[in-house]
């Protein structure tokens, strides 16, 4: 089973729009992490935001939050007032604890982010 | 302005040949990830160190592939003999465990072609 469901292979939007991502995960720890990473068409992975199990405020940084909702297992990246360099791949990901201190994290498979003018 | 560093960026060579490609981790980071990205299976993650131990290989196909941490600054991932099915980008990302988020941060990628 996946441990990470990204279930919009493309999303279009447009400019200066709103637009969420949806992320939904698998876990039974009780502490993990969820990151959200951008590939531009350039091809780097670049982090955008983190939100922590224990976290209660929803992540935010400058123009991306996160909706965490722990009950349903979904961390969904909003991009508020999108810019045509949004454009790009976005993935979630997830990290959980592994016994002797390490963590494998877990990518989904990544949403196609299109911003037309 | 602290950034992970990959070399090659790009790789062309032949089938059978060795490919070395090297990553230098964030000063300070103790955790080094080698991923492999394609078309067909995404994000796979080939080996995880941890303080330059080897902590998870699993991903990685043994009779070819190899991953060592010779000191902190330095990373290697091997392929040999290459294959024309190993052509993907491969990204090396570090973090700092414990740390908080715990990060990771990705270098640019090596982009590798095996004709």
């Known amino acids: 089973a996946q441990k990470i469901t990204q279930t919009q292979p493309g999303m279009f939007v447009q400019e200066k729009e709103a637009v969420t991502l949806d992320c939904t995960y698998d876990?039974?720890?009780?502490?993990?992490?969820l990151f959200w990473y951008k590939q531009p068409s350039s091809g780097e992975m670049i982090f955008l935001i983190y939100?922590?199990?224990?976290?209660?405020q929803n992540a935010t940084e400058g123009r991306y939050s996160l909706n965490f909702q722990k009950a349903r297992k979904s961390a969904n990246l909003v991009i508020s007032a999108s810019q045509l360099g949004d454009s790009a791949m976005y993935f979630c990901?997830?990290?959980?604890?592994?016994?002797?201190?390490?963590?494998?994290?877990?990518f989904g498979r990544g949403t196609s982010l299109i911003v037309h003018p | 302005d602290a950034r992970v560093t990959q070399t090659p960026r790009h790789k062309v060579t032949e089938m059978g040949q060795e490919v070395t490609m090297r990553c230098q981790p964030i000063?300070?980071?103790?955790?080094v990830f080698w991923y492999r990205q394609t078309m067909m299976q995404g994000l796979e993650l080939l080996a995880y160190?941890?303080?330059?131990?080897?902590?998870?290989d699993s991903g990685m196909p043994k009779d070819r592939f190899s991953a060592e941490m010779p000191d902190a600054t330095l990373a290697t991932l091997k392929i040999q003999p290459s294959e024309p099915r190993d052509s993907a980008v491969y990204f090396c990302a570090s973090g700092l465990v414990p740390g908080g988020q715990e990060t990771q941060y990705f270098g640019p990628g090596t982009r590798l072609l095996v004709l």
């Open positions: 876990t039974s720890d009780q502490s993990y992490g």
């Open positions: 939100q922590g199990s224990y976290d209660e």
């Open positions: 000063l300070g980071h103790n955790t």
């Open positions: 160190f941890r303080n330059r131990a080897p902590l998870d």
């Open positions: 990901a997830m990290r959980e604890a592994q016994s002797g201190g390490s963590y494998i994290p877990t």
